[in-house]
């Protein structure tokens, strides 16, 4: 099977992690050990960005923050919540806001930057997979091999609109194309001290960074543009980057693991039950072996004391 590529969402995942596809669950309390030889590390600078129109349908604004068809089944059956995700503010904006846009033309840029990538090597020991899955009860359906580490940011631009002389739809086309050209050029060559254009003054900015979620700046368009000088020029090993897309390999085993632990929980079952039948009858010979009226029925006197002695509760 193919491996399977996902966004990681703001979520703490690592390089052998388990994961259980079904639910998206990351198996935090199980972990594949891995040392610094079994992971590759590679330093990388690479840049991905959409823009998003608010005259645009929202599913498009969840596509383009990595969120796929898989990844929104598990959000709209609860097996993940959104409010745990680094965007969830942006999804969650406030009603209010729905009446300035008519009046207000709005361009959202959607940055992908990653500047790390981790992945286990071809040394690592993949035999001890069917152990690890063992301890999850065969509920790991995949490993996490490869997690690319960087920042994801969201600007969104707003202006007031002139009805005068615009409409929304060409105020927001020409938003778009000037700050398409702008941000490549801080890419490119990371600084930030160009000339904005006409179509850029008057812009206000409201920041969202997967660094520090859960923060929203709201500042200038040249700040916005820091934001993005910063990420694309600090160095690849600071610590502060955060997982932006993990890749899974599948574990073949898992339906094998699952009957195995099923029959080994069956097993601990009967063990159990039988433990507790011994107790029972060790308890209820003990009381019958301190009756007088067992000297009576010599067979049973001598059956009750070899049993007793046997689990060690009379001398010999």
Sequence with gaps: MEPIRLSALGRDVHVGNLYNYFNDDILTDCAIRTLKQ???VSQTCEVKHDFFFHQLPIKYKRQMLGINSHLDRSLKEGSMDIKHLWFADYLERPSTQDEEDDNTAQVDAIFHIARRTEVLNQRFDQQKM???QLTTDGKATHSVEKVVYGVELIISMRRALDLTSESKASAEGNIYLAARTFFQQIID????NRQ???ELDKINCTIYSSIDPGNVKNGTFKDSCKMVKDAVSSSTNEDKWKPIEMTLKDIPTQIEVQIWSEKNRDVDYEKK????MLKSIIKESNVISKDPS????????KAVYQFLF????VPG
Aim: hydrophobic share 40%.
């Design 294 to 301: 067992i000297i009576r029925v010599p067979p049973l006197e």
């Design 38 to 40: 079994n992971v590759e």
């Design 273 to 276: 039950k039988h433990l507790a």
């Design 196 to 198: 904005r254009p006409a």
């Design 130 to 132: 069917f152990e690890y």
């Design 310 to 313: 046997s689990v060690g509760l």
């Design 189 to 192: 060559s990371k600084v930030c």
